[in-house]
């Protein structure tokens, strides 16, 4: 078999090859390798090149580019705190309880976590603390007051007993109940719906204001007034901006009341918490 020497196309030193192979190669216009190292070698668009990091100078392979390449991000980090103006310095989370440094200087905590534990220290109430103006509250007005009247007690409430529910049931009372599930009777005998509607119909019969209750719109679909006295109208809109079925059908009460052209007179919580507006809402009803 007829030998041949041929220059590696990519390292350039001679070898020895089979005639045969040689002249198809040449041939067909193939490049020709003394290993299949030196052929990997010539396909990769990589450059062998020392790492920027002058304390390193490791040797890699690197993409051609304009921009600093770096064997690992230790070495890209180490120089590039040895060339600021000042050192990056290690802050510690401003959580009290926790140890942890910060991965940079744009927030106060670590985690998410740090956060919510710090905001639940924010409170000066204590458990007790709570629960003793839930129990003042019932005493004094005889009823549990509700998250309008109290409102700034909310988050704190949230913090040390999760609920608000779970706060009044801990103070050993019973929690309002909500949306409607449960009926009140004013003190006139009427069903009403909700507290804040017993509310406004004890005040009218502490007037000696003759009142109906629950009475159907003259449009027949259905809607009722919460209360009706003479030729006034009156809805408590108790459920605005919570939620949207709510929302959709006070739009359309609303529109009604304008077509059929009634005295109407609304209501909201704001009327009744934390401070009781009913006389100046409702002084037409005196006249």
């Known amino acids: 078999m007829a030998i041949v020497w041929v220059t590696c196309d990519y390292c350039k030193m001679e070898f020895e090859r089979p005639y045969g192979r040689y002249n198809e190669a040449k041939k067909f216009g193939w490049k020709q390798f003394c290993s299949t190292e030196c052929q990997s070698q010539s396909k990769t668009k990589k450059i062998s090149k020392n790492c920027d990091n002058p304390l390193c100078n490791k040797r ?3 993409s051609v580019s304009s921009g600093h390449t770096y064997c690992s ?12 103006a000042e050192p990056f310095a290690l802050v510690k989370c401003a959580n009290k309880d926790c140890n942890n440094f910060l991965k940079n200087h744009e927030s106060k905590y670590c985690s998410t976590e740090c956060v919510n534990k710090s905001k639940k220290g924010l409170s000066s109430y204590t458990k007790e603390g709570l629960m003793q103006i839930i129990q003042k509250f019932q005493l004094d007005n005889g009823r549990i007051p509700t998250k309008a009247e109290l409102g700034h007690l909310n ?5 040390n007993f999760g609920t608000w529910n779970n706060l009044i049931k801990i103070a050993g009372l019973t929690p309002n109940e909500v949306i409607f599930s449960k009926k009140y009777i004013a003190n006139d005998g009427h069903r009403c719906d909700s507290l804040s509607e017993k509310i406004v119909d004890d005040w009218l019969f502490a007037r000696n204001i003759k009142h109906q209750v629950h009475i159907k719109y003259p449009w027949h679909n259905g809607m009722s007034a919460d209360f009706r006295v003479g030729e006034y109208w009156i809805e408590l809109f108790g459920l605005c901006g919570q939620l949207k079925t709510y929302d959709r059908l006070k739009k359309i009460k609303l529109e009604k009341i304008k ?26 009803l005196r006249k």
């Open 60 to 62: 890699i392979f690197s």
């Open 73 to 84: 991000r230790n070495c890209s980090a180490t120089l590039s705190n040895s060339l600021r």
């Open 155 to 159: 988050r704190p409430a949230r913090n």
């Open 259 to 284: 077509e059929y052209k009634l005295s109407f007179i609304s209501l909201y919580l704001s009327d009744l918490f934390p401070a009781n507006h009913l006389e100046e809402k409702l002084k037409v």
